[in-house]
């Protein structure tokens, strides 16, 4: 029998998978409750929807190897954003207008079917690239026919045009695409469809090196436009922005801007650009809105060309991981992100808790160690001197009350220095901590500020440290958490 191309390329993921099994799962570094690859590697969240009564996760998938490529659409499903099913290969880079990879993109329900919305990246033997915005469609969410390009590349870009986010709006539809202008400015474009099929350009939705933005970075990815409290948000991933201070740290950023969508005209007036994470590690992040009303996001824990070949789980055929799913919601004119309620269901048992007060010491409590935990403190109390956290000797919150300074420091896995992240922060209130073997993810004053990373521990320093320079109380919980994978 003949197989088609994709038939052949899903074989060989799939063979992937399980010559590399034993290997993977032998890491001590792979995570308990986190979605990963099952072998190679994993980058941005695609296609986040939930969809006949089910969360649906896409994700850029290269199974061959740890390095970027032609990318294929792993593909998760949930019902209550806990207990995950690895799905069958969704998408594979089998036809023309996707050789060079399926690259990211989103899903809409329409007519009882799921739509796929996503980048068919192209290149030829000199490198030159050709991208489309392609279309697949499902009837039962796990099997796709691909219907293939339904936009090409507008004038006034250059082909780095890709990531389209799709949604409905007063009867319209409208998409988002990530693009660099042909005079090399990160840019949003904007387009409209009655049908899902044809689809207006309607211009420019933000950057272009136009105000308020103005010269920002060479290339927007992942743009992301939807409503909190009726106030429009557009979540992007600029590229090529310097570090200023304490901001724009890593190679490349993910933030937001607040504002005013006008669907008629196309319009939308915002203000200036905000980080949404101050970690090393927070890329690419796309939402949703499900049955419920919420607003919830997912990114990749990564950033591209950030030192990714140095990760220490490539020598067990695997890198990259997403975050925990987040709930969004529009406090002060702020977006902040909470850890899902359904997460709660991962504890086991009940809590461990203490009330803890230090004096120009450091203090290990028996119970409150582990390498799959959560930890939330609250009514936090420091003096004027700073309070500390270390997580298996490789990974290190500080706050300063003096200086109103909190950091998180790590160990580098690239040379073993200790480097940080930090932002000013007027006071500090509660801590909810989620470790998971080598992550961490902070959400400091009910998500006021978050912290997200990847970190390597000895792999079995289990260990938790509190160190204070003068007083500094709090109560403390701790679970223990379970795994997220069902089957």
Request: glycine share 8%.
């Amino acid at each position: 029998m003949i197989l088609s191309r994709d038939q052949q390329l899903r074989r060989k993921a799939y063979e992937e998978i399980e010559l590399n099994k034993d290997i993977v799962e032998q890491d001590p570094y792979r995570l308990k409750y986190h979605l990963m690859p099952p072998v190679g590697l994993l980058n941005d969240p695609n296609g986040f929807i939930q969809w006949d009564g089910n969360y649906h996760l896409f994700y850029q998938w290269m199974p061959f190897k740890t390095g970027h490529g032609a990318k294929f659409w792993g593909h998760y499903v949930s019902k209550d954003l806990v207990t995950w099913k690895h799905e069958e290969i969704a998408l594979t880079p089998s036809e023309w207008f996707e050789k060079n990879g399926c690259y990211s993109g989103s899903a809409i329900g329409h007519n009882d079917e799921l739509h796929l919305f996503y980048t068919g990246n192209v290149k030829d033997k000199e490198g030159n690239r050709e991208t489309y915005q392609c279309l697949a469609v499902s009837g039962d969410g796990v099997n796709f026919d691909k219907k293939g390009p339904v936009i090409e590349l507008p004038v006034g870009y250059t082909s780095h045009f890709r990531d389209p986010k799709v949604w409905e709006q007063d009867g319209r539809y409208f998409m988002v695409v990530g693009a660099q202008t042909s005079d090399l400015k990160g840019a949003v474009a904007l387009f409209a469809s009655e049908d899902l099929i044809d689809w207006e350009h309607l211009g420019m939705l933000a950057g272009g090196g136009k105000p308020p933005l103005n010269d920002f970075g060479y290339m927007f990815e992942c743009p992301d436009l939807f409503s909190l409290d009726e106030t429009d948000v557009l979540v992007f991933s600029p590229q090529g922005l310097k570090p200023e201070g304490m901001e724009y740290q890593n190679v490349y950023q993910s933030g937001y801007v607040i504002g005013t969508f006008e669907p008629v005209s196309g319009v939308f007036m915002h203000g200036e650009f905000e980080e949404l994470d101050r970690g090393f590690d927070f890329y690419a992040p796309q939402t949703t809105e499900d049955e419920q009303g919420r607003r919830i996001l997912f990114a990749w824990m990564s950033v591209p060309d950030q030192n990714e070949q140095d990760h220490p789980t490539i020598g067990h055929k695997w890198l990259h991981n997403m975050t925990i799913p987040r709930e969004l919601r529009l406090t002060g004119g702020k977006v902040v992100q909470l850890p899902v309620q359904e997460l709660e269901s991962l504890r086991l048992g009940e809590a461990i808790e203490h009330k803890v007060v230090l004096n120009y010491e450091n203090v290990k409590l028996k119970e409150v160690s582990g390498k799959a935990v959560e930890l939330l403190l609250d009514n936090i109390q420091v003096s004027e001197g700073w309070f500390s956290i270390t997580i298996g000797g490789a990974a290190r919150i500080v706050y300063s009350k003096k200086q109103n300074l909190f950091s998180l420091e790590r160990k580098s896995y690239v040379d073993g220095t200790v480097e940080k992240r930090q932002c000013y922060l007027d006071d500090l209130n509660s801590l909810r901590i989620f470790i998971d073997t080598s992550s961490i993810e902070v959400f400091i004053n009910n998500g006021e500020e978050t912290f997200t990373a990847r970190f390597y521990p000895v792999p079995d320093d289990e260990s938790i440290q509190f160190e204070s320079l003068r007083n500094t109380s709090f109560n403390i919980k701790k679970w223990n958490l379970g795994n997220i994978i069902g089957e």
